[in-house]
T-cell receptor
Framework: NAGVTQTPKFRILKIGQSMTLQCTQD?????MYWYRQDPGMGLKLIYY???????DKGEVPNGYNVSRSTTEDFPLRLELAAPSQTSVYFC??????????????FGAGTRLSVL | DAKTTQPTSMDCAEGRAANLPCNHS???????VYWYRQIHSQGPQYIIH???NNETNEMASLIITEDRKSSTLILPHATLRDTAVYYC??????????FGKGTRLHILP
C-alpha cells in the first residue's frame, strides 16, 4: 500500500513559470488536502476536496488552483510562480464517515524553490 | 488561527517519559483533541486523538483534563527517533486541521 504519493520531490522554478504538483492516493479516501509549510512554521491549508468534482479554498489559496476529476488524484497548479511560493508542499488524504477516525495521512512533500 | 497553546520547545532525556502539554481553553463539546508529529523534512504523522476519556495506543498516551481545557501527550520511553515537532490540534470530526507552530521536542542522549 503506497498511501499518499507526491511528485516531484524537488523542483526549482523561475519567476513566472507554471507547474503542477501531483498527488495521488490509493486508499480510496474521499477527502484530500494541500498544505504549504514555510521554514519554522506550521502547515497552512491551501485547498481541499471532499470528493471527486468538489473543491474548496483553505487559508491561503491565492496563486494556486486545484482540480479533482478522480478519487485518487488531486493536482495543485501554480500558474505564475512567485518567490513567495517557495515552500514545502504537503498533500494529505482521509476517509470520513460515522466510524472513521478522521486521521489524515500525509505524503512526503514537494520542496519548491522559485528564483 | 490555531485553538491551542503549546510550549515552543522541550527537552527530554532518552529513556524517560516525555510529557507534552497543550492548552485548549476554548474547546467546544464536539471538538476532539488530535496529536500529530513531524519528524524533520517528513510529512506529519498521526499519533493519537481523544474526546473526553484518556486514550492509549502503541505510540503514546493522551491525558485530557476533566474540564477538557488542557491535555498532555505522553511518550512513555522516549528515543532519539522521537525528536520531532509535535502538534496539538482541536477540531470537530470532519473539520479541517489548523496547524499551529507546535512543540519542538529534543530527545537528549
Amino acid at each position: 500500500n503506497a498511501g499518499v504519493t507526491q511528485t516531484p520531490k524537488f523542483r526549482i522554478l523561475k519567476i513566472g513559470q507554471s507547474m503542477t504538483l501531483q498527488c495521488t492516493q490509493d486508499m480510496n479516501h474521499n477527502y484530500m488536502y494541500w498544505y504549504r509549510q514555510d521554514p519554522g512554521m506550521g502547515l497552512k491549508l491551501i485547498y481541499y476536496s471532499v470528493g471527486a468534482g468538489i473543491t474548496d479554498k483553505g487559508e491561503v489559496p491565492n496563486g494556486y488552483n486545484v482540480s479533482r476529476s478522480t478519487t485518487e488524484d488531486f493536482p495543485l497548479r501554480l500558474e505564475l510562480a512567485a518567490p513567495s511560493q517557495t515552500s514545502v508542499y504537503f498533500c494529505a488524504s482521509k476517509t470520513s464517515g460515522v466510524m472513521a477516525k478522521n486521521i489524515q495521512y500525509f505524503g512526503a512533500g514537494t520542496r519548491l524553490s522559485v528564483l | 488561527d490555531a485553538k491551542t497553546t503549546q510550549p515552543t520547545s522541550m527537552d527530554c532525556a532518552e529513556g524517560r517519559a516525555a510529557n507534552l502539554p497543550c492548552n485548549h481553553s476554548t474547546i467546544s463539546g464536539n471538538e476532539y483533541v488530535y496529536w500529530y508529529r513531524q519528524i524533520h523534512s517528513q510529512g506529519p504523522q498521526y499519533i493519537i486523538h481523544g474526546l473526553k476519556n484518556n486514550e492509549t495506543n502503541e505510540m503514546a498516551s493522551l491525558i485530557i483534563t476533566e474540564d477538557r481545557k488542557s491535555s498532555t501527550l505522553i511518550l512513555p520511553h522516549a528515543t532519539l527517533r522521537d525528536t520531532a515537532v509535535y502538534y496539538c490540534i482541536v477540531r470537530e470530526r470532519d473539520d479541517k486541521i489548523i496547524f499551529g507552530k507546535g512543540t519542538r521536542l529534543h530527545i537528549l542522549p
